[in-house]
């Protein structure tokens, strides 16, 4: 009897083998038209842990309700029509099960927001939607760390990351910066708040330990006070905008302590220390117009930036990622991005 087994066992342990071997990275679903992995039957984590890795993009694309990692974009050097973008790692809330409380299929319409951060040796992915969701997500496990669903009609726009663990959130209807207690929980809703009309971008800066936060014509400085579990807001800082309609805050990587600032009309470079808003000027002027996210290359300091085209149903989306600095491009066939940011930046 064990003479006939033994031919079979072998065969299965050669094929377990083979399985184990498959790399992680090739094991995500792409959707047949833009790409994105597809959402229907799929789980809220696509692909292998996150890891940032040189020149990959995070985009948040409203066409398929996902945070897609992108990889490659840093060496395009001119227009190329990708139909099959190189989805390395995804991200949907309407699949995570931790997350089924928080009702993903209203909370998690038009995504609007995604960044890279690290805390305590953990990599997070922080997003947001304009149907109400915020969440802190560990890119290892896909599991939230934080989340909660501040109503449509608060419409969040951009989130962070504080080094104690709370979480703070732009909201562009509320009008409202709120520094939440997330340290106590994941689902902890006792926060602070800063009324700031248009509230559009907020950014911690460890340089000076103020938490800046952008509204339509306004960025300010807020020094956080209390404890983790009943923080406070305070301004101390305030600078009126060059040009109305405040959109993107990011800190610039190649200068530590200063900060891109998008507007209507213009990309601007702040600095703190002289309190002075510098123009930043692109190839094509029309590439300075209604940014919806910029920021620098770490190490490379090449600019990316995303702009609606309104050329689709859309009207603030847009299927082009921008470089400059060299100049180049890259259409996502099928994708409605509304940002993206490198992904190694935090």
Same mark, same amino acid.
């Given at each position: 009897?064990?003479?006939?087994?033994?031919?079979?066992?072998?065969?299965?342990?050669?094929?377990?083998t083979?399985?184990?071997?498959?790399?992680?990275?090739?094991?995500?679903?792409?959707?047949?038209?833009?790409?994105?992995?597809?959402?229907?039957?799929?789980?809220?984590?696509?692909?292998?842990?996150?890891?940032?890795?040189?020149?990959?993009?995070?985009?948040v694309?409203?066409?398929?309700?996902?945070?897609?990692?992108?990889?490659?974009?840093?060496?395009?050097?001119?227009?190329?029509?990708v139909?099959?973008?190189?989805?390395v790692?995804s991200?949907?809330?309407?699949?995570?099960?931790?997350?089924?409380?928080?009702?993903?299929?209203?909370?998690?319409?038009?995504?609007?927001?995604?960044?890279?951060?690290?805390?305590?040796?953990?990599?997070?992915?922080?997003?947001?939607?304009?149907?109400?969701?915020?969440?802190v997500?560990?890119?290892?496990?896909?599991?939230?760390?934080w989340?909660?669903?501040?109503?449509?009609?608060?419409?969040?726009h951009?989130?962070?990351?504080?080094?104690?663990?709370?979480?703070?959130?732009?909201?562009?209807?509320?009008?409202?910066?709120?520094?939440?207690?997330?340290?106590?929980?994941s689902?902890?809703?006792?926060?602070?708040?800063? &009324?700031?009309?248009g509230?559009?971008?907020?950014?911690?800066?460890?340089?000076?330990?103020?938490?800046?936060?952008?509204?339509d014509?306004?960025?300010?400085?807020?020094?956080?006070?209390?404890?983790?579990?009943?923080?406070?807001?305070?301004?101390?800082?305030?600078?009126?905008?060059?040009?109305r309609?405040?959109?993107?805050?990011?800190?610039?990587?190649?200068?530590?302590?200063?900060?891109?600032?998008?507007?209507?009309?213009?990309?601007? &470079?702040?600095?703190?220390?002289?309190?002075?808003?510098?123009?930043? &000027?692109?190839?094509?002027?029309?590439?300075?117009?209604?940014?919806?996210?910029?920021?620098?290359?770490?190490?490379?300091?090449?600019?990316?930036?995303?702009?609606?085209?309104?050329?689709?149903?859309?009207?603030?989306?847009?299927?082009?990622?921008?470089?400059?600095?060299?100049?180049?491009?890259?259409?996502?066939?099928?994708?409605?991005?509304?940002?993206?940011?490198?992904?190694?930046?935090?």
């Amino acid at each position: 009897m064990l003479r006939r087994t033994l031919p079979a066992l072998c065969l299965a342990l050669l094929l377990w083998t083979l399985l184990l071997c498959v790399p992680a990275s090739r094991a995500y679903a792409t959707d047949a038209v833009s790409g994105a992995p597809a959402v229907s039957g799929a789980p809220a984590v696509s692909g292998a842990p996150a890891t940032a890795q040189d020149g990959e993009v995070v985009a948040v694309d409203q066409a398929s309700r996902r945070v897609l990692v992108l990889r490659g974009v840093g060496e395009l050097t001119e227009y190329q029509d990708v139909t099959r973008p190189p989805v390395v790692w995804s991200w949907a809330a309407d699949r995570a099960p931790d997350l089924g409380d928080l009702d993903p299929e209203q909370s998690w319409r038009d995504p609007d927001e995604a960044k890279p951060r690290t805390l305590d040796g953990r990599r997070y992915l922080l997003t947001t939607a304009s149907g109400g969701l915020a969440a802190v997500v560990d890119t290892a496990t896909g599991a939230g760390r934080w989340a909660a669903d501040l109503g449509r009609d608060a419409n969040p726009h951009s989130i962070e990351l504080l080094p104690d663990g709370n979480v703070a959130v732009a909201a562009s209807t509320g009008g409202w910066v709120r520094l939440y207690a997330a340290s106590q929980g994941s689902r902890a809703t006792t926060h602070a708040t800063f &009324r700031l009309p248009g509230a559009h971008g907020v950014h911690w800066d460890e340089r000076t330990g103020l938490l800046w936060v952008l509204g339509d014509d306004e960025l300010a400085g807020l020094r956080v006070g209390g404890t983790p579990a009943a923080p406070t807001l305070t301004a101390v800082r305030s600078a009126p905008l060059p040009d109305r309609g405040g959109h993107d805050l990011a800190p610039v990587l190649g200068a530590p302590g200063r900060f891109w600032v998008s507007t209507l009309h213009g990309l601007w &470079r702040y600095d703190p220390a002289a309190d002075r808003f510098a123009a930043v &000027r692109l190839a094509d002027p029309a590439d300075e117009r209604d940014v919806k996210s910029l920021g620098d290359e770490p190490g490379t300091g090449r600019l990316l930036t995303v702009a609606p085209d309104h050329s689709s149903a859309c009207g603030w989306c847009t299927s082009v990622i921008r470089l400059h600095r060299p100049e180049g491009a890259w259409k996502l066939t099928g994708t409605q991005l509304y940002k993206a940011r490198w992904w190694g930046d935090r």
